[in-house]
């Protein structure tokens, strides 16, 4: 070994210690797909001093080349006898994935290599998977980033470890140290044809958009991923903010994320972006489908005049406006505007679709209530059956102790009921006539005129 090779070894060393990416002994599944990046890892982990890890080599054959494919999968089952080490593989169709999910080849292959990397970091319970993503990789992300439009976020790069548990010792290794390192061993590895085929944007990038960079600047491999290195600490300082931000203004409520509309427009356009992305990611896990307009879109329900409304984002998540607060809530599919109705023949236990229940009781004699959430009446005036049923625009009713009729919608309004909640509150009726708004007021029909010995009391129990 040259000491250039085990320079190379000190090196990856250091970035394992510094960024804390596994410890001496752990189980560690390693991506090999059989190409320099990822065959000089594993060569690189299995000399690493003092470590003594236990490797397992997994690989994902993508069933996109045929005959290729088959040769890259064999060549990893033999490193891996080579390294005596446990071999893990599976086959995917990934154009057939990618038909039938309506993803391109790179969202499905990279889906499928999440998913299998997962489960065969599961099964051996590693403490990570390990990558091999280079320097060289790192600068052309940046670019695809910043080509496709992007943050600081996108920008930072990859990181050396993500969400995933997916661990990268290779970021501050450059394509060609990779290479002379595994020629000076002796070592072999695989070319996929695949690389050098410009219908794929990385490659585009790779063949084309660096090599005519670098007339401008030889060394922009290095400037673009020492600047995802430097906005990558700038974002790790931010996300903390963030979070203690998103933590002062938002909370969880019932599987919902509800902020604070007044702390929220306290923050810096930069810092109010970032918590509700992060509140955004809290409630859906990702931030899949998730662009700069939405968030705007967001924001601009925060500074709205109108105290009610609602927005449709992606993930089936819904941004609803109600008052002083921003709820961010999962609608899965169902119908925000979807009611119930029941029917009320007699004294009883009724539960309702919504949740809570409607309990009706003879009392033998008639009693004003000053609780909303129950009413007295005198069934003589007021006969069963009577109808529960949810709001509807148009209903309208005659508030106690008023003589005119107003729209429920005005009601709710001036009592600053939040719009997801109004159509979970029963309203009582007999006939076409609304006697009762739960929780709310009842009307001036439901007035005991005389004591009566048939009177009940109706009581919404939440």
């Known amino acids: 070994m040259t000491s250039s090779d085990a320079s190379l070894i000190s090196r990856v060393e250091r970035t394992v210690r510094q960024q804390r990416l596994f410890r001496p002994g752990d189980t560690l599944v390693v991506a090999l797909s059989g ?114 439009g992007s943050g600081m976020t996108g920008l930072s790069g990859m990181t050396f470890r993500n969400a995933y548990g997916f661990v990268r010792p290779l970021l501050e290794i450059s394509r060609p140290e990779i290479e002379q390192y595994l020629v000076g061993l002796g070592l072999n590895w695989r070319e996929d044809a695949s690389n050098s085929d410009t219908m794929y944007l990385r490659n585009r990038v790779r063949h084309q958009l660096l090599p005519l960079l670098e007339e401008y600047n030889p060394a922009i491999r290095s400037c673009l991923a020492s600047t995802a290195s430097i906005l990558s600490g700038d974002e790790e300082l931010l996300a903390e903010l963030a979070e203690q931000a998103f933590t002062e203004a938002c909370r969880t409520v019932d599987g919902a994320v509800v902020c604070s509309v007044a702390q929220i427009r306290t923050l810096n356009i930069a810092l109010r972006r970032r918590v509700l992305r992060h509140g955004f990611k809290q409630l859906a896990g ?18 709205s005049e109108r105290p009610n409304s609602r927005l449709a984002l992606p993930q089936a998540v819904t941004a609803v ?75 309208r009713m005659v508030p106690f102790g008023m003589s005119g009729r107003k729209k429920v919608k005005d009601i709710f309004i001036d ?24 929780g709310v007021c009842a009307s001036e029909l439901s007035r005991i005129v005389a004591p009566s010995a048939t009177s009940v009391r109706v009581t919404w129990h939440v």
């Open 35 to 148: 190409g320099a990046d990822s065959s000089a890892l594993l060569d690189l982990l299995s000399r690493l001093p003092d470590y003594n890890l236990r490797l397992i080599v997994a690989h994902l054959n993508h069933c996109l080349r045929g005959a290729e494919s088959d040769a890259d999968a064999e060549f990893c089952r033999m490193a891996a006898s080579h390294y005596c080490i446990p071999f893990e593989v599976r086959r995917v169709d990934v154009t057939g994935m990618a038909a039938d999910g309506g993803l391109n080849l790179e969202d499905a292959g990279r889906r499928a290599r999440i998913q299998f990397l997962g489960e065969v970091r599961s099964r051996y319970d590693a403490a990570a998977v390990v990558l091999g993503h280079h320097a060289d990789d790192q600068a052309e992300t940046v670019l695809m980033r910043l080509l496709r």
């Open 321 to 395: 406006r109600e008052y002083d607060r921003i709820v961010l809530k999962r609608t899965d599919g169902a119908d925000p505007e979807t009611g119930f109705e029941l029917l009320i023949t007699e004294p009883g236990f009724y539960n309702l679709p919504s949740g809570g229940t409607i309990t009706v009781d003879s009392t033998g004699t008639a009693s004003f209530s000053t609780d909303s959430c129950s009413v007295c009446l005198d069934p003589a005036r007021i006969p069963f059956p009577w109808q529960v049923r949810t709001f509807r625009f148009g209903d």
């Open 286 to 303: 990702s931030l899949d489908g998730v662009s700069q307009r939405h968030i705007d879109a967001i924001c601009d329900l925060i500074d």
């Open 415 to 438: 009592r600053k009921i939040p719009y997801s909640e109004r159509r979970c509150i029963p309203l009582l009726f007999c006939g076409d006539d609304l006697i009762w708004i739960a």
